[in-house]
């Protein structure tokens, strides 16, 4: 039984404990030397087999342009007011040399040559797309090799030449392009430092002590060094994308501290009855240890699930985010016990700090009583407020599920897209570079389609295609056609009249692809396909929302049938599942409310709407939901304890969730302030997982643990717990959990087996 091997585990963990901080010492050391010596760069290939861009993006590569690899644009205007590259000899000069030093920059293989262009003459620059038709905006077009031959250098070399010509030239200079998107470094270290500390504030006034709020904060340091280490080394093996490294420490942060907490109240529980430390380490873990296990199973199955949408870098960004969070399960089994036994009976009393805030009117609202029979505190007010849900569950069912609903309904509105530059704030350079191209030469410049086109024998098939395309009404210009001599592949640089995140350039890439393409080609041996960014997120966009469902459907029926088996009935697990799904729902509501909406956007530095990403709502589903049966699995846990030791369902509800209540709500405050500092980053795909994440968390430990549960498992009453016959005969005692817990295990006195059936 899973109780005893943890029981056991614990136990030597805790009895031994420098030996087991020197083993994890030694894991941490050799994690990161294996990632300095073997760990890769992350890279972001938003695209996936089959798809129309993924085989244009092929045929550039068999093309060999150069289009296949990493670009930078440097968007430049006269300093003065009223002066044009047409009219001021100075800033034509200064353009000219500022193209010649960004050429000279370590593997650029080409630019483009604006200042060239305007000796051709002005018309011929504008039609060519390098100056605004003003007169006022230049750009130099930088081309470089693909990611896998450049690096952070690359990036800063460019940077400081900026920097210097800045102070040498009358030009005011901006940068941008997906050089900077795949170098620029993520501020995750600021947002983890601020999760950290919050995290900390709340342990230590939970339980009023510094060594007990040190422990999780050290437990989950040692395990997201070792997992985000782990994953550096993934990235020299494969591709895994930028998002990864930050979402795998929002989530280990957030999972670590929690299933720390867990344990850490149970044990001191343990102490409270006057148990010696190291067996009430060994019996925490056996008994808070189980809940930990399952839940993070629970984690690292969903995300796993990602695999069925058949996007390789959703699959491999799974795949990081699991090493992190089984790294933090097995440092809860392992390093923690070793850290309790290590700080012995401290653990069991509160500093002197901690006693004047618990004597306080602030401590007395967080611990106002002790049960001495289970020797943990827990506060009268959750007792009464479980109490006075439970008789009134009508009301509070409908409403809590009325509101939750309602906060769905945004949901409806739900569009998919790539955010670009627009949405970084203005102290960025990227976004000034942005906002500089799209005053100068229309939105849809910073967002160029690719046309790539395979005669086959077809040689006019290419001035058809430019005369086609350029007629269609969402395309504002078509740059010149480059033919490959050596394969024939022609390549068309399309610009859109909408900018990459509007809803209108998705419809141009759709219409591009079933009539405007189709029509030209007929039935012939020629072959045109549309890639670019904005049609690669496109097409990730439209696979996953068709995966979406198969993949929400596997889940739920996987968590079900898990649920089943540890609580050993129906009602339980199809309760837990449609109340995830109504938390989950509510906080996909709230996003679309904020980024879609712009609904107190300002509060997390949002300064303009954007779309979901496109790949954000299946991954979020998955994580959100795995977290979610952290708390129930937990309160779930001591509920049916309670119920197989008194077979009373109102009894086993109210003892169940008040005993529960206060580590529910302190883990989900430390989710929230962990997934929250990370919605304040500059990457408003950062600050989608980080809010939607805390909404969702927020949600779900307290309308829905606090309200919905108590009230829907009373108006159930014992169908709770109801399990057919033939179907209990039929499922296998689970090994997470069983219908009783383990005496031994526990230390506790055994209880009746009351199950119904």
């Known amino acids: 039984m899973l109780s005893k091997a943890l029981l056991r585990v614990g136990a030597s963990a805790a009895r031994h404990p420098w030996r087991v901080i020197a083993a994890w010492l030694l894991a941490v050391t050799l994690a990161v030397l294996a990632a300095v010596a073997f760990g890769g760069r992350t890279a972001d290939s938003l695209t996936a087999p089959g798809l129309d861009s993924r085989r244009a993006a092929e045929l550039i590569e068999r093309a060999g342009t150069g289009q296949e690899g990493m670009t930078a644009q440097v968007v430049v205007t006269p300093l003065g007011d009223s002066a044009t590259f047409f009219d001021d000899d100075g800033a034509r000069t200064a353009l000219t040399r500022l193209r010649a030093e960004v050429k000279r920059l370590p593997h650029v293989l080409g630019t483009s040559d604006p200042a060239g262009a305007l000796e051709a003459g002005g018309d011929t620059a504008v039609r060519g797309g390098l100056v605004s038709a003003d007169g006022r905006t230049a750009v130099v077009r930088v081309q470089y090799p693909d990611q896998s031959r450049l690096s952070t250098e690359d990036l800063d070399a460019l940077v400081d030449l900026g920097d210097r010509l800045r102070a040498e030239l009358p030009l005011h200079i901006e940068m941008g392009g997906s050089l900077f998107y795949a170098f620029s470094e993520p501020a995750g270290g600021v947002s983890e430092l601020i999760g950290l500390l ?95 296990v399952f839940a993070g199973g629970t984690v690292v199955v969903s995300i796993l699930g990602l695999a069925v949408a058949n996007v390789p870098f959703m699959t491999v960004g799974g795949l990081a985010v699991s090493i992190v969070v089984l790294t933090m399960v097995l440092a809860s089994v392992t390093l923690l016990p070793a850290f309790l036994g290590a700080a012995g009976p401290r653990l069991a009393r509160a500093g002197r700090i901690g006693r004047a805030l618990q004597t306080g009117k602030l401590g007395r609202r967080l611990a106002r009583r002790r049960d001495p029979a289970a020797g943990a505190a827990h506060a009268a007010g959750w007792r009464r407020w479980i109490g006075h849900v439970c008789r009134h569950p009508v009301p509070y069912a409908v409403g809590a599920a009325g509101l939750l609903l309602t906060a769905t309904l945004p949901v409806l509105g739900l569009r998919v897209g790539l955010p670009d530059d627009g949405s970084l704030p203005q102290s960025r350079t990227e976004r000034r570079a942005y906002d500089l191209v799209a005053e100068g030469f229309g939105p849809g410049t910073n967002g160029p389609l690719v046309i790539a086109v395979e005669p086959s024998g077809d040689r006019g098939v290419v001035d058809r ?217 500059e990457d408003p795909s950062t600050k989608m997982f980080g809010l939607g994440l805390a909404t969702a968390i927020f949600i779900d430990a307290t309308v829905v643990r606090m309200v919905l549960v108590p009230a829907t498992m009373t108006l159930l009453g014992r169908t709770n717990w109801w399990l057919p016959k033939w179907l209990d005969r039929t499922l296998p005692r689970g090994p997470v959990g069983a219908d009783e817990p383990d005496a031994q295990s526990t230390g506790e006195a055994p209880r009746p087996r009351l199950v119904d059936r």
């Open 198 to 292: 919050a995290a900390a504030a709340i342990l230590f006034l939970a339980f009023g002590s510094f060594v007990a709020a040190a422990l999780p904060i050290g437990m989950a340091v040692f395990g997201l060094t070792v997992g985000v280490a782990t994953m550096t080394v993934l990235a020299g093996v494969t591709e895994v994308p930028t998002f990864a490294p930050v979402l795998g420490s929002m989530v280990g942060l957030g999972v670590g501290i929690d299933y720390a907490l867990f344990v850490l109240a149970r044990h001191r529980e343990y102490l409270a009855c006057g148990l010696d430390p190291q067996v009430a380490a060994g019996r925490a873990v056996a008994t808070a240890g189980r809940p930990v």
């Open 465 to 681: 295609l430019v005369t086609t395309v350029a007629a269609d009404p969402g395309i504002a210009s078509v740059a010149p056609a480059h033919i490959d001599r050596t394969t024939g592949i022609a390549t068309l640089v399309v610009f859109p009249t909408t900018s990459p995140q509007d809803k209108a350039t998705a419809d141009t890439i759709a219409r591009l692809r079933t009539d405007v393409l189709p029509t030209v080609i007929g039935h012939g041996p020629a072959g045109a396909h549309v890639g670019g960014a904005a049609a690669s997120l496109s097409d990730v966009g439209q696979r996953t929302s068709e995966r979406l469902p198969v993949f929400v459907a596997a889940v739920l029926a996987m968590s079900f049938l898990l649920l089943m088996l540890v609580f050993r009935s129906v009602v339980v697990p199809l309760k837990a599942v449609l109340l995830n799904l109504l938390s989950i729902g509510a906080a996909y509501g709230i996003m679309v409310a904020v980024f879609q909406w712009g609904w107190a956007g300002a509060l997390i530095g949002l300064e303009a709407t954007v779309p979901i990403v496109s790949f954000i709502p299946m991954f979020l589903f998955a994580i959100l939901f795995g977290l979610s049966m952290d708390y129930e699995v937990f309160l779930l846990s001591r509920v049916r304890e309670e119920y197989l030791r008194t077979g009373d369902n109102g009894t086993a509800i109210v003892e169940g969730v008040s005993r529960t209540a206060r580590i529910i709500t302190s883990a989900a405050l430390i989710m929230v302030a962990v997934f929250l500092s990370f919605a304040v980053a």
